[in-house]
């Protein structure tokens, strides 16, 4: 099984900056894809980021021009800057992939990191 392990959430003030990385292991064939999403209280997960295993990234409307997706090998990151009271939060790390060979294709969650944005 592929687990994911993220790091990185906190409190910040807004207008400040936090990166949160989410590492990839166990049995891994292959990751198409591996992403952020994020939950705030009362609504529903939303896709943040999305990272393809060849680079491409795509991102919510909300986030563009401020979060930055990027990969290290089976490493995902998210820098998140000039950020809002409204980007608080628990965010999750995906990955799609396939554990083996034989597996069939799969969505793998993080636990999820709180981040909040306050004064």
């Known amino acids: 099984q592929v687990q994911l392990v993220e790091s990185g959430g906190g409190l910040v003030q807004p207008g400040g900056s936090l990166r949160l990385s989410c590492a990839a292991s166990?049995?891994?064939?292959?990751?198409?894809?591996m992403g952020w999403y994020r939950q705030a209280p009362g609504k529903q997960r939303e896709l943040v980021a999305i990272?393809?295993?060849?680079?491409t990234a795509n991102y919510a409307d909300s986030v563009k021009g401020r979060f930055t997706i990027s990969k290290d090998k089976a490493t995902v990151y998210l820098q998140m800057n000039s950020l809002k009271p409204e980007d608080t939060a628990a965010y999750y790390c995906?990955?799609?992939?396939?554990?083996?060979?034989?597996?069939?294709?799969?969505?793998?969650w993080g636990q999820g990191t709180q981040v909040t944005v306050s004064s």
């Open positions: 166990g049995s891994i064939f292959i990751i198409y894809n």
């Open positions: 995906n990955a799609d992939a396939r554990p083996t060979t034989l597996a069939k294709r799969n969505d793998y």
């Open positions: 990272i393809s295993n060849s680079g």
